[in-house]
């Protein structure tokens, strides 16, 4: 994880987007997803609102899952739910 963040720090209101960078990898897809899910289950982010419920739903997506994704995925599997 890449971050300036810390526990209890301030996040201010002309806060940058990017609080963190969390990156993962394994021996294969299915494997990395799984750490990815572990890694984001332990964050705990008071105070702003986050990607992570975002990050979970893509992971449990099963197109996502079978590597069957192009540039219009989140549309496709989460924009059109929405309407």
Do not use: Q
């Not at 899952?65 to 192009?70: H, I, Q």
């Amino acid at each position: 994880m890449d971050t300036a963040a810390y526990a209890d720090a301030v996040i201010t209101p002309y806060y940058d987007s990017l609080i963190a960078k969390l990156i993962v990898h394994a021996d294969n897809r299915p494997d990395a997803i799984a750490r990815m899910r572990n890694a984001l289950g332990g964050f705990i982010v008071e105070g702003i609102k986050t990607t992570i419920p975002l990050h979970k739903r893509i992971l449990d997506d099963p197109d996502f899952a079978a590597g069957k994704f192009d540039t219009h995925f989140l549309e496709r599997a989460f924009v059109a739910e929405a309407k």
